[in-house]
T-cell receptor, first 112, second 112 residues
Framework: DAKTTQPPSMDCAEGRAANLPCNHSTISGNEYVYWYRQIHSQGPQYIIHGLKNNETNEMASLIITEDRKSSTLILPHATLRDTAVYYC?????????????FGQGTTLQVKP | NAGVTQTPKFQVLKTGQSMTLQCAQDMNHEYMSWYRQDPGMGLRLIHYSVGAGITDQGEVPNGYNVSRSTTEDFPLRLLSAAPSQTSVYFC???????????FGPGTRLTVL
């Protein structure tokens, strides 16, 4: 089973920041937190990942708490095209496995 | 680069028929995986490979076989299709255990 907990759905106004929370209380020290999203009927798309430091790229920011038991994905200026299911994933296994187990995700609805 | 390609895009089978879902990537990635996604669900890992000649089972391997004879190709075989295998199948690849995972466009399979 996936080792993350996310709210099933969230709404966000267009142009505002979308903050998507994720709990991963059983994460171990060498496991990364990944975020992917899936726009309707398409294959999932990588967004960002991190270990313990906050990360930022052109799509989003990832804030990981100091104890690493939770994280937040931030889309700074959400647009209608950001409407999607967002998956928070903890990398399972170590060494050469690196499997990604997907949970139910959060459906983000960006509204005009 | 074409990225990750999957064929066919759609397929209808009768119970008991066999078929192979094709997946290819041109990014020289070591890791390849197969996932299935059922309506309203997240992705579930079927099988994965960390290199040519090496495969392993994921969460839901029963009813599926894989092989990895080349770096580029990772076909998924259904030996005797069942209605429970009706799903959307995604193939993915990545360079290393902590890298970004690239997904194909998916194959929509219906088993009658």
């Amino acid at each position: 089973d996936a080792k993350t907990t996310q709210p099933p759905s969230m709404d966000c106004a267009e142009g505002r920041a979308a903050n998507l929370p994720c709990n991963h209380s059983t994460i171990s020290g060498n496991e990364y937190v990944y975020w992917y999203r899936q726009i309707h009927s398409q294959g999932p798309q990588y967004i960002i990942h991190g270990l313990k430091n906050n990360e930022t790229n052109e799509m989003a920011s990832l804030i990981i708490t100091e104890d690493r038991k939770s994280s937040t994905l931030i889309l700074p200026h959400a647009t209608l095209r950001d409407t999607a299911v967002y998956y928070c994933i903890v990398r399972v296994g170590s060494g050469n496995t690196g499997k990604l187990i997907f949970g139910q995700g959060t459906t983000l609805q960006v509204k005009p | 680069n074409a990225g990750v390609t999957q064929t066919p895009k759609f397929q209808v089978l009768k119970t008991g028929q066999s078929m192979t879902l094709q997946c290819a990537q041109d990014m020289n990635h070591e890791y390849m995986s197969w996932y299935r996604q059922d309506p309203g669900m997240g992705l579930r890992l079927i099988h994965y490979s960390v290199g040519a000649g090496i495969t392993d089972q994921g969460e839901v391997p029963n009813g599926y076989n894989v092989s990895r004879s080349t770096t580029e190709d990772f076909p998924l075989r259904l030996l005797s299709a069942a209605p429970s295998q009706t799903s959307v199948y995604f193939c993915a690849s990545k360079q290393g255990p902590s890298g970004e995972q690239f997904f194909g466009p998916g194959t929509r399979l219906t088993v009658l």
